[in-house]
């Protein structure tokens, strides 16, 4: 059940992703937290991603479609920039989410609010859809093991809106 002002935006860019694309709003649309939009970005797809995406009969989903894809950057910002959410979740096409992913990440930045970003492991999954391993995180990187390499998954993150924004000065 949608609502007026969702308090996390779940940003998920496509591009030619209709083979998986269906689980993945599905793991979305069963989370467990009730107050959040889905944000599908189109960048340009050739296949039935976009019908796909409007055949949900779910208001919390908005389809962005561009028209020239620009790339993943370039449509993660659009969605970004169009989000109502104080709290923006990364989903990629490929992805599946526990039903308690976005209950979990709000819960902790609600009572953490020093922090700007939160990430979780991540069990990796074939194309055949058979696990192959677990990629685990750092539980808190420090500022070298950021500088190092990118300790986070992207498809598992929620942020902060406004503070990311500061930060990157695009307000």
């Known amino acids: ?26 793991s979305l649309i069963t989370q467990t937290y009730p107050n959040f939009e889905i944000l599908v970005v189109d960048d340009g ?15 919390r989903i908005r389809v962005l479609k ?14 970004i920039d169009v989000a109502n ?13 526990s039903p308690d992913r976005l209950a979990r990440q709000v819960a902790y930045l609600d009572t953490h609010p020093n922090v700007s970003l939160v990430g979780t492991a991540a069990r990796m999954i074939s ?16 500022v070298d093991d950021l500088l190092e390499k990118n ?4 498809g598992s993150v929620m942020f902060r809106k406004e503070r990311v924004l500061e930060l990157a000065d695009r307000r």
């Open 1 to 26: 059940m949608m609502t007026d002002n969702p308090r996390v935006s779940v940003v998920l860019p496509t591009l030619n992703a209709d083979a998986h694309l269906t689980d993945a709003l599905d």
């Open 45 to 59: 797809s050739t296949d039935s991603t976009v019908s796909i995406a409007e055949s949900y009969n779910d208001e």
């Open 66 to 79: 561009r028209d020239d894809s620009e790339g993943l950057a370039r449509a993660l910002n659009e969605g």
């Open 85 to 97: 959410g104080e709290y923006i979740a990364r989903h990629d096409a490929d992805d599946l989410s």
């Open 127 to 142: 194309e055949s859809g058979d696990e192959c391993g677990i990629r685990h995180v750092l539980e808190r990187p420090t």
């Open 151 to 154: 300790q986070f998954i992207h």
